[in-house]
């Protein structure tokens, strides 16, 4: 399929890299395509970026039938652009779609069409270690109809954002909160898809952590709520003695692609591992024994982040001595420098866009 490239008239200007915050700042030109139920995904597009316009009746308004995903393109000194692990997002957006009766798309198309935007939106892409190019692929049900069944008409994006760190304080560490009263997602529901439900399930909850002064929900499993799941926007590791333990993915936890760079990672390293459930109990007693070294959340927007406190009830956990640790620091050094291009990718998790 052809890509119909309509450019903007006059290009916006990309905020200093010390002024980017997370979300604000979008390019210019955005990827657009359709899908009917007769000719299959359809006109390919880059057009500038601007408001979409679309029936109120528009599924998605009201069943929420829609999917995204989140990853990056960093520039490297040499002044390259390249995209970390993209194609593993669109296959997470593939069982995104299978998950919520979406569409899926083609990997290797989209690949194509991302590098075909990024090539023009280049100078977008900021250059300071801790900024990059967030991409946003997302696909709407648009069907004009208020019965409940899956739509027949789609819609795919994606739209690029120069981004700096998702929490204003960077790297230092975050507090987060755990919720004993509310659940993101259940065993057997859509928890491990990144569908926009899940995200508007958590407000609530968050939005009691942060008039507690916590910037984020840490999950616990909702049936028992016993067991840690994952936190607001990223998932979550404890080093205990010098075990790095994160929660098993059970099917109510997103599959981060950080999370599975971190375990790769740290298996190469030696370090040893494990991928298990961890109740709040076993937090408590590490914490109160001295074994509790770290912790931390990974993420694409979130990168590592140390978390310094946690809230469960009546029992503050502060964790280190508010300094990133140096497992936490560890993960970042090596996963920042794949990304920006300063040390070898051995990985193969480098994909070169120009
Ligand atoms: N968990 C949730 C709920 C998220 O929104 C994200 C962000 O994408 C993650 C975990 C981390 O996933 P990834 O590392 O693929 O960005
Ligand atoms: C990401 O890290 O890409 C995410 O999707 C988190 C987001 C909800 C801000």
Redesign the pocket.
Same mark, same amino acid.
Do not use: W
């Given at each position: 399929m052809e890509i119909a490239v309509t450019r903007v008239g006059q290009a916006g200007t990309r905020p200093k890299d010390e002024d980017l915050g997370f979300g604000t700042a979008f390019t210019d030109h955005m990827f657009v395509m359709d899908y009917s139920t007769d000719k299959g995904w359809h006109d390919p597009r880059i057009e500038p970026f601007a408001p979409v316009t679309l029936s109120p009746a528009a599924m998605v308004f009201h069943y929420g039938q829609a999917i995204f995903?989140? !990853?990056k393109a960093y520039k490297t000194p040499e002044k390259k652009v390249q995209l970390f692990r993209a194609r593993?997002?669109f296959d997470?957006l593939n069982r995104s779609a299978r998950g919520l009766c979406i569409p899926e798309v083609d990997i290797d198309f989209v690949m194509d069409a991302l590098k075909q935007l990024l090539k023009l939106e280049k100078d977008w892409i900021p250059e300071t270690l801790g900024t990059s190019l967030y991409i946003r692929p997302f696909i709407i049900a648009t069907d004009p109809f208020l019965g409940v069944r899956s739509s027949f008409t789609f819609k795919f994006f994606i739209i690029l954002c120069s981004v700096g760190a998702y929490y204003a304080g960077g790297l230092a560490p975050v507090k987060i909160w755990v919720s004993k009263d509310h659940v993101?997602a259940v065993p057997g529901g859509v928890?491990e898809f990144?569908t926009a439900g899940?995200?508007a399930a =958590?407000l609530n909850a968050g939005e009691i952590a942060k008039k507690q002064g916590y910037a984020q929900v840490l999950w616990l499993d909702a049936l028992e709520r016993k067991y840690v799941e994952?936190?607001? *926007?990223?998932?979550i590791f404890f080093v205990i003695d010098d075990e790095l333990v994160t929660p098993n993915l059970t099917g109510s +936890? !997103?599959?981060? +692609?950080?999370?599975? =760079?971190v375990i790769d990672l740290a298996k190469k390293w030696g370090m040893p591992v494990s991928e298990r459930k961890i109740s709040m109990d076993e937090v408590l007693d590490a914490h109160a024994s001295g074994r509790l070294k770290e912790v931390f959340? =990974?993420?694409? *927007?979130?990168v590592i982040s140390p978390v310094g406190e946690i809230c469960y009830g009546d029992r503050v956990l502060h964790i280190g001595d508010g300094n990133p640790g140096p497992v936490a620091m560890k993960f970042y050094q090596a996963l920042t420098s794949i990304q920006y291009g300063t040390a070898k990718d051995t990985e193969n998790w480098i994909e070169p866009v120009v």
């Open positions: 995903e989140g !990853l593993d997002n997470r993101r928890g990144k899940n995200y =958590s994952e936190v607001g *926007a990223m998932n +936890i !997103l599959p981060g +692609i950080t999370r599975f =760079s959340g =990974s993420g694409t *927007a979130a």
